[in-house]
C-alpha cells in the first residue's frame, strides 16, 4: 500500500497533507511517519509536480483515533 501514484481519485489538494503537516498532527517524526507507509498502516500519495508525500486527512484522522486508543485493548 506504500505509494500511490497521483490519480484521478484525488478529489481536491486541500483533502490532503504534506508530511511535515501530517507528523504535526499525529505529534510523530517523519521517519516513523515513512515507516508507517513501508509498512502498509497508512497510504501517501506522491504530488504530480513536485513528488512529496502526501497523506489523506481523512486517514491521518482514523489513524490517530486507532493509536489513541491501541493502548487500552480497544482495536
Do not use: C, Q
Not at 2 to 9: F, K, M, R, V, Y
Not at 18 to 32: D, F, H, K, M
Request: proline letters at 5%; a positive charge; zero cysteines.
Amino acid at each position: 500500500m506504500s505509494h500511490e501514484p497521483w490519480s484521478a481519485n484525488v478529489e481536491k489538494l486541500s483533502d490532503f497533507l504534506r508530511i511535515s503537516e501530517a507528523t504535526e498532527y499525529l505529534g510523530v517524526s517523519p521517519n516513523t511517519l515513512r515507516n508507517w507507509v513501508n509498512a502498509g498502516k497508512i497510504a501517501a500519495v506522491r504530488h504530480p509536480v513536485n513528488d512529496y508525500r502526501l497523506f489523506k486527512r481523512e486517514d491521518l484522522f482514523r489513524l490517530s483515533r486507532i493509536w489513541k486508543i491501541a493502548p487500552f485493548g480497544l482495536v
